[in-house]
């Protein structure tokens, strides 16, 4: 049998990013245990993420960042900042016939808000 993915995302305040990235995943939050919280799909589809707290920040950039793919880049960016997020670049950038969006959650973690592409 393969294996599945899940996704760990390190952070000073998983109590505090959880509100932001279950309402921008449409995720559950399932709650806490010691120094995680773990948000699953609603409908059971897909990978969990596990907010996972560690005590040194964040200094470069992520090696890894999630990619949300979306038809509508810019109505999807506006609703992310009105959650906490931010763009780290004002323009839409394009490669390859793909288009995204360059974004921080509420603790600076990177992220991008794709048409659908690899990005």
């Known amino acids: ?3 599945s993915i899940g996704l760990v995302l390190d952070c000073a305040d998983p109590e505090r990013l959880a509100p932001f990235w279950s309402a921008a995943l449409g995720y559950a939050n399932l709650g806490r245990a ?3 919280v773990l948000l699953a799909p609603e409908d059971g589809g897909g990978p969990n993420l596990l907010l996972q707290r560690v005590p040194e920040p964040r ?3 992520n090696r890894m960042h999630l990619d949300l ?3 509508d880049i810019e109505a999807e960016a506006s609703r992310l900042v009105e959650l906490g997020a931010r763009r780290l670049q004002p323009a839409v950038l394009e ?3 793909t288009h995204w969006v360059l974004m921080a959650d509420p603790e600076g973690n990177e992220f991008c808000v794709c048409d659908g592409g690899c990005c």
């Open 69 to 71: 793919h979306t038809p």
């Open 1 to 3: 049998m393969p294996a």
């Open 34 to 36: 010691g120094s995680y």
């Open 59 to 61: 200094v470069a950039k």
């Open 95 to 97: 490669e390859h016939d």
